[in-house]
């Protein structure tokens, strides 16, 4: 079997977070069970460029045990567990080619080996994968095989939505994150969560009364903005769109241009999917001592270069710390290189939200094998009857009940007859 990782000595710590992580996936557990006794992936050959974490490691063991062949690289060079690397490679016997830290070049060396695989299904975190396979560089045949694809994340569904739309996608998309069971969860709550994680794990900064500048207010933002305001912080928000910069007031915060909110921030986080959200003339402007962190999904949101150009010194303080000192004497600190904190300097989502989101994925494999003939080279959502599956089983793993609609109240409500 070919890998490239870290260290395979490290297996066991991997084995045990991977096992500790299982504890609070029930959702994707079940799943384990159905598929190892139906094998519903049976002759399937899966590419997944995903965060290399302990839940995506028990999605990997979910898709084995359905009996999928499968392939894992990193869907970022910053991300990958190495423990769960070798965890993968040694107990679970799947390829991995990923190592914390790696460089462009090995990054995309790590993504052309997960393509020589020769999937059938690809299973993407942003699109590097598949925008991989339709690069022109990859062999007619290998791209021609792929049955169909799975996406994870925001930016990756709005690459492949421009890709459906110039008529250039090669194969169908399932858009995991469109699924409500994914984006109001993970996106909101896992987003919202794992980012002050990472920022406090960086710089072990108190949040409580500290100004706190959240760039967006899209779901992972808001839930950035609520879990920040929860810890103490006075939170300012900026937006592009009038309607959710509404929202954002209606929900209680201060909202501005970031030109403004730099001269007040202490600490500022983007998280938009945009481009130079905050750039040489923020930096330009911006309080003495002030930290800046991205967590959208690719490191484009601040404008390193800019920073670079209107610095006269670099020096790493902390692991996850760059001070910059500007030519006027004013210190900036970057976090994690701008690369998505949560999983830069902790340990991405917790397990229990990333449950729905790998759940989504498995079924939504599934679904593949089943509908791919009936599909076009456009990007579909994940099925309802998936979300609210996963819905149900994850209220079930709380415990919970809920009520049923009487055959009165259905009527009810599919009439248009009955007023008062
Ligand atoms: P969203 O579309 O719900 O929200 C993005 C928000 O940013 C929108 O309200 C938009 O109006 C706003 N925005 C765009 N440009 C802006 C600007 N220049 N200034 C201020 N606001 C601006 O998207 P979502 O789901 O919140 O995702 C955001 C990013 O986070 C994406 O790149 C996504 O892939 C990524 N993501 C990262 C995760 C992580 O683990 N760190 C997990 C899930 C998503």
Redesign the pocket.
């Known amino acids: 079997m070919n890998y490239d990782i870290q260290d395979p000595a490290l297996a066991e710590v991997g084995k045990q977070r991977i096992y500790w992580a299982d504890r609070f996936m029930p959702v994707l557990s079940q799943i384990r069970e159905r598929f190892e006794i139906e094998k519903p992936l049976t002759g399937v050959r899966i590419a997944a460029c995903l965060h290399v974490t302990t839940e995506t490691a028990n999605l990997m063991r979910t898709l084995k045990a359905g009996g999928a062949e499968t392939v894992l690289c990193a869907s970022n060079p910053l991300s990958t567990q190495d423990d769960v690397a070798a965890s993968l490679v040694v107990d679970c016997q799947i390829p991995v080619f990923a190592i914390k830290g790696e460089d462009t070049e090995t990054y995309y060396r790590h993504i052309d080996a997960a393509i020589d695989f020769q999937p059938t299904i690809t299973m993407d975190d ?1 699109a590097d994968l598949v925008s991989k396979l339709h690069s022109g560089e990859v062999e007619a045949s290998i791209v021609d095989g792929v049955l169909a694809g799975t996406e994870e ?4 569904v709005i690459r492949l939505k421009s890709m459906a739309a110039e008529g250039v996608l090669k194969y169908p998309i399932v858009a995991v ?1 469109d699924a409500q069971t994914k ?1 109001l969860f ?2 909101r709550y ?2 919202g969560q ?2 002050l994680d990472g920022i406090i794990r960086a710089t072990n900064l108190l949040m409580a009364g500290s100004t706190f500048v959240v ?7 808001r839930g950035l903005a609520n879990r920040a305001r929860g810890l103490g912080a006075e939170v300012i928000v ?4 009038p309607l ?1 910069a509404l929202e954002a007031i209606m929900d209680g915060f201060r909202v501005m241009p ?1 030109i403004e909110a730099v001269k007040e921030a202490e600490v500022i986080c983007t ?4 481009i130079h ?1 905050i750039r040489g003339e923020h930096f330009e402007v911006m309080k003495d001592g002030c930290i800046v962190a991205n ?4 490191n484009v949101e601040i404008d390193i270069s800019a920073l670079e150009n209107l610095s006269q010194e670099q020096t790493t303080i902390r692991e996850f710390v760059e001070e910059y000192t500007l030519k006027d004497g004013r210190k900036v600190y970057l976090l994690g290189q701008g690369r ?1 904190i ?2 830069a300097a902790a340990e ?2 917790p397990a229990s939200v990333m449950d729905m989101s790998f759940a989504n994925q498995a079924l939504s494999a599934e679904h593949i094998i089943q509908r791919h003939q009936k599909m076009e080279n456009q990007v579909y959502g994940v099925p309802q009857d998936i979300d609210r599956t996963i819905a149900s089983l994850k209220l079930k793993a709380f415990g919970v009940e809920i009520d049923q609609l009487t055959e009165e109240q259905e009527t009810y409500l599919n009439s248009w007859t009955m007023g008062t």
């Open positions: 942003g994340t925001t930016t990756g994150n984006h993970d996106n896992g987003t794992s980012t760039a967006g207010y899209g779901w992972c933002s900026t937006e592009v769109n959710t970031m998280v938009t999917g945009n959200v967590s959208g999904h690719f998505l949560n999983l991405g989502h």
